[in-house]
């Protein structure tokens, strides 16, 4: 107690940013991301090469591992929301991540491997959202904290990939994923180590004193229902747009691996500053309205990818698709969290869902548009974001 109180005593006096908290928050950010970019882009390039499995194998762990994922983050969001403290989910995301990589180290069995990604990886899905529900609680209301941790992500997600594939070519995929599995153990670590926002608890109990009494607690479900498909379509829009960019850049306009990988890699630097810029932005302008700018910016940028006949038009394009990516995926964090702002944990679980079913839906646009061209990967996306504006708008309607 003693602890806790003088935390709390120094963040009442202090910035967030330059609490005790937000440094432990900070590293787990970073640590996490390094881990993400480690094990998620290689995972087909193990299973097909390492594990040898088949089309059809490889479509069911990628089918059946994402749906466990929204199961558990699903499940850990409404415990966090309950008794159970924010700090001890994210040290069971990490102790689970630890067990899982490392029996991805050691076994070649699919079944065994399958078994592994839907128990201990798909609760290891929990710690983004609980990382920024516990940084919600710690700047209590849209601040530059979930801004600043969204956005270290995306700096480990820049040096992540490059340093897994070194890791693969020098030690193999045991190395790649001990490292993994050691990652993810210090995020346990540092995690157990975190205190209890006083204020997250006092905020909480008040919540609990307005049920008892009868009163309407949280948001419209009908608005926050909404607002969820329309971010499932945006988030898959994203993913579809992403995962067809190098195909397309090699194929349609005729560039190399280089080319897109450079394309990419501007996109993710124009990200950073954007991001701060955008969360900075959040503390005085209408959520909602940011999110309704981002879905509007979005179909400029699938529009004018429809049209593109060179790659330095698809760079240039880039800078839309930075403001696109920061809104919705950066300020998005922070609108759902404000929709009900009683259960941080619940409403960033749903954000985190969100983008991972508009990935699963965006794998089979994919194979679509393999077929009929890759120009066609922006067709569909100009839809998704068409569709997703409009729920926003709907839902910007609906009471709150």
């Not at 097909?48 to 990628?62: A, D, H, Y």
């Not at 490059?162 to 790649?176: C, H, M, N």
């Not at 006092?202 to 009494?213: D, P, R, S």
């Not at 066609?376 to 839809?383: A, C, E, I, S």
Request: aromatic content about 10%.
């Amino acid at each position: 107690m003693q602890y806790s109180f003088v935390t709390a005593l120094s963040e009442k006096t202090t910035s967030p940013l330059l609490s005790r908290s937000f440094f432990q928050l900070a590293v787990i950010s970073v640590v996490t991301g390094v881990s993400m970019a480690f094990a998620l882009p290689f995972g087909s390039l193990f299973l097909t090469s390492e594990v040898k499995v088949t089309p059809f194998q490889l479509g069911f762990f990628l089918l059946a591992s994402p749906i466990a994922s929204v199961v558990a983050s699903t499940v850990m969001g409404k415990l966090s929301d309950g008794r159970v403290q924010r700090r001890y989910m994210l040290v069971a995301g990490g102790v689970a991540g630890a067990v899982g990589y490392s029996l991805f180290a050691v076994s070649r069995d699919y079944w065994f491997l399958l078994g592994t990604s839907v128990l201990f990886i798909a609760i290891t899905s929990s710690l983004l959202p609980q990382l920024f529900a516990y940084g919600r609680a710690v700047s209590q209301g849209p601040s530059m904290v979930v801004s600043v941790l969204r956005t270290l992500l995306s700096v480990a997600w820049v040096a992540g990939p490059p340093v897994a594939a070194l890791l693969v070519s020098e030690v193999g995929w045991v190395g790649l994923f001990a490292s993994t599995a050691a990652l993810q153990l210090g995020v346990a670590v540092i995690a157990w180590f975190l205190p209890v926002p006083v204020e997250a608890s006092q905020e909480k109990g008040a919540q609990e004193e307005v049920v008892e009494q009868g009163a309407p607690a949280g948001p419209s479900r009908g608005r926050i229902s909404v607002v969820s498909v329309a971010f499932t379509f945006l988030q898959g829009s994203v993913a579809l747009a992403v995962s067809g960019l190098p195909l397309f850049i090699t194929t349609n306009l005729e560039g190399t691996a280089g080319d897109a990988g450079l394309v990419m890699g501007l996109c993710a630097a124009l990200e950073i500053p954007m991001m701060l810029w955008f969360g900075a932005l959040a503390n005085r302008k209408s959520l909602h309205m940011l999110v309704v700018v981002g879905a509007a910016i979005s179909l400029g940028y699938h529009g004018l990818m429809l049209v593109t006949d060179a790659v330095w038009q698809v760079m240039a394009a880039q800078l839309l698709h930075a403001t696109v990516i920061s809104l919705v995926m950066g300020v998005g964090i922070n609108y759902f969290q404000s929709l009900d702002p009683g259960r941080p944990g619940h409403t960033t679980t749903m954000f985190s869902n969100t983008q991972i079913v508009g990935t699963m839906i965006a794998g089979p646009l994919l194979g679509v548009a393999q077929g009929i061209g890759f120009r066609w990967v922006y067709g569909f996306t100009l839809t998704m974001c068409v569709i997703g504006l409009v729920l926003l708008l709907v839902a910007g309607r609906m009471k709150k």
